[in-house]
């Protein structure tokens, strides 16, 4: 088999000049990234893919960088696996969409544009065993459709039910709400077109993931057998900033009496991640070895370098430049449905970052690393015990900064992991909150806990 491995991603990361690199997410040392993508599970290695454009700090020229990993924890950089082929349907970037095994072959369906401002084609690639050589030949498997009401499509997902394959892609209609196209894909090389599947009009959508493009739909279910729908909602005056976020919505799939295909009936919903800092996440669905559950689903986020909103401090575009890489990959996360309501915990396997402790049990505020994992409890219940907000501030004086601040009732934990620059805070029973933040020079963390409360920390160290 191929020499898999380009570069250590995390091992090159502990040596990064900028303080506010991180070192436990795997991404290259230099350029830009958004979207995950092609996120894949094949030949007994994870392979995420993302945007990415390796010359600059800066959102253009994209691409599709490469990491793998054979545990989640010990990641591998590679070279490049999709460029913009000159004259091809992708000349303007090849955008996001997904890995899939085609019969044992590796295959990438993702948006490509031919024109900067123009509309987007699925545009098939074949890649080798090991998902490190691409073979793109311009291959279209679907075009725009011909739909007057239909405005713009992107981000193809593809999806199985009834042991039929399925993809639906985000869209725009001429009347401002948001959509999901239909399509048969009984060949990956020939997309069949079946309409519009849902759009913001369904009340349930409409109200917990409004946008004017879905963009980056997934659609996956939980080992509990429910079906989970999720968007990034986007926006016509967002420029990476993203106010509507990312929500998802909770349903049931069933296939139509007359013509078989499926039917998503959305019943729930929500907010996928409390952060401003959160957009185009990816989810895999996982094999299962049991037949009486469905298999997980992982996902992956893309946290972008945040201008200053919310009261932090954030990085101004000359600051980005100058350090030469913008976007990070949060950790995997594993997606389940408790009670009606979407619940998001880090991949267990991130456990192995955990190190040296620097406190177990402190109570009141304890001074927290720079690459750490705090794991917060509340007090154990009774009455008028162990409410009150938990705080965690950058630096002191008139420039600190409450980068996360959130109420704690007595029995509930939080997991926070600080990489640098990137905040995740996993809340039991709820979804995540991703923030961005930077420390100045001197800069010390400090986490504050309500009575009652209590906090265990470690430095995050690399495994061997």
């Not at 085609?102 to 090991?130: E, F, L, N």
């Not at 729930?268 to 689903?297: E, H, M, N, W």
Request: net charge negative; glycine share 12%; charged share 15%.
């Amino acid at each position: 088999m191929t020499d898999l491995a380009l570069s250590s991603t995390l091992s090159l990361a502990a040596t990064h000049p900028d303080p506010a690199f991180p070192r436990f997410h795997p991404r290259p040392a230099q350029g830009w990234i958004n979207d995950p993508n092609g996120v894949s599970y094949i030949n007994g290695r994870y392979h995420v893919f993302f945007q990415y454009n390796p010359l600059s700090a800066r959102h253009s020229q994209i691409q599709w960088g490469h990491v793998s990993s054979p545990d989640l924890v010990h990641w591998e950089e590679h070279p490049v696996a999709l460029s913009p082929q000159p004259g091809g349907p992708d000349s303007a970037g090849c955008w996001t969409g997904v890995v899939t095994s085609d019969d044992g072959v590796p295959t990438a369906a993702y948006s490509g544009v031919q024109d900067h401002g123009g509309h987007s084609q699925v545009v098939i690639a074949r890649g080798s065993a090991d998902l490190v050589a691409w073979s793109q030949d311009g291959h279209v498997a679907a075009s725009m459709p011909v739909d007057p009401l239909v405005t713009a499509v992107r981000d193809p997902f593809i999806f199985r039910f009834n042991g039929a394959r399925y993809a639906m892609q985000g869209a725009g209609l001429a009347d401002g709400r948001a959509a999901l196209l239909l399509y048969t894909v009984d060949s990956l090389d020939d997309w069949k077109y079946q309409g519009i599947w849902l759009t913001t009009a369904d009340p349930v959508a409409g109200l917990h993931t409004p946008a004017e493009i879905w963009e980056c739909p997934q659609l996956v279910q939980v080992p509990t057998g429910e079906w989970v729908m999720m968007f990034s909602l986007w926006l016509s005056g967002d420029d990476h900033e993203h106010a509507n976020g990312v929500g998802h919505l909770i349903g049931s799939l069933s296939a139509d009496p007359e013509t078989g295909l499926p039917v998503f009936t959305p019943v729930t919903g929500g907010k996928s991640d409390l952060g401003r800092d959160f957009y185009a996440p990816q989810i895999v669905q996982l094999t299962s070895g049991s037949v009486d559950c469905a298999p997980a689903a992982l996902l992956w986020g893309w946290a972008n370098e945040g201008p200053g909103r919310d009261g932090r401090r954030g990085r101004a575009q000359a600051e980005i430049d100058d350090a030469g890489w913008s976007g990070v990959l949060t950790h995997p996360r594993v997606l389940s449905v408790v009670e009606g309501s979407l619940v998001v915990t880090p991949a267990p396997e991130v456990l192995a970052y955990r190190g040296a402790a620097v406190a177990l049990g402190a109570a009141g505020s304890v001074t927290v690393p720079g690459f750490a994992e705090v794991l917060v409890r509340g007090s154990g219940g009774g009455s008028g015990s162990g409410s009150g907000s938990v705080e965690l501030v950058l630096g002191s004086g008139p420039a600190a900064q409450v980068v996360y601040s959130d109420p704690l009732a007595a029995g509930e934990e939080l997991r926070i992991f600080l990489d640098a620059s990137l905040v995740e805070v996993y809340r039991t029973g709820s979804v995540a909150t991703t923030l961005r933040a930077y420390p100045a020079p001197g800069e010390s963390w400090e986490l504050t806990l309500p009575t009652g409360a209590t906090a265990d920390v470690w430095e995050l160290t690399l495994p061997a």
